[in-house]
């Protein structure tokens, strides 16, 4: 089991920047695929980017390509999201979540654990 606590939310100005960690407890961070999802109000949880066990791959929606970087540092226990060039629309709580398998590594469905979220809010 793992326990995810994320950080770094908050409000910015449109064409800002953010950085989310999420930090992870246990002895086995490294055996995860990571992901970071955001639920906006009335929208269901929505998939941002993954990172594979050593960071070897990424993923990322269409609306994050380009302007966020999903890192992971497993020596630390944590998996960062690097959000640039913020736009009104990026606005939601951000979660991150645990998976041990690339099955559904881009649906909500496919992660076993999650962290409380962090609210990212970013003004026009």
């Known amino acids: 089991q793992v326990q995810l606590v994320e950080s770094g939310g908050g409000l910015v100005q449109a064409g800002g920047s953010l950085r989310l960690s999420c930090a992870a407890s246990?002895?086995?961070?490294?055996?995860?695929?990571m992901g970071w999802f955001r639920q906006a109000p009335g929208k269901e949880r929505a998939f941002v980017a993954a990172i594979t066990w050593n960071g070897g791959g990424t993923y990322y929606a269409d609306s994050a390509k380009g302007r966020f970087t999903i890192s992971r540092d497993n020596a630390k226990n944590t998996v960062y999201l690097q959000m640039n060039s913020l736009k009104p629309e990026d606005t939601a709580v951000y979660y991150c979540g645990a998976t041990r398998t690339m099955l559904r590594v881009t649906s909500a469905l496919g992660y076993d654990y999650w962290g409380q979220g962090t609210q990212v809010t970013v003004s026009s």
């Open positions: 246990g002895r086995t961070f490294g055996s995860y695929v």
